[in-house]
């Protein structure tokens, strides 16, 4: 695989739940590929011990809105 996209909505709040899906997250993030999470994609990311937390914006047209993000440790 190339890179991983981890869907938003509820479906992360499952997916953190299983080993085989934290474990792919953990390979992944370790063969340093391009991990994509989207809107509560991130507690997967969370789960794998992969992210650190810091500060960043999100672009909407004519908008700057203001967030906390998580990036990868590796």
């Given at each position: ?53 810091c500060t960043g914006y999100d ?16």
């Open positions: 695989m190339d890179g991983l996209v981890i869907p938003g909505g509820w479906a992360p709040d499952f997916l953190r739940r299983h080993p085989s899906c934290v474990s792919l997250v953990r390979e992944m993030n370790g063969l340093h590929k391009v991990i994509g999470a989207i809107c509560h994609g991130p507690w997967t990311l969370i789960e794998a011990d992969v992210l650190v937390l672009f909407m047209p004519g908008t700057y809105i203001p967030y906390t993000v998580n990036v990868p440790l590796a």
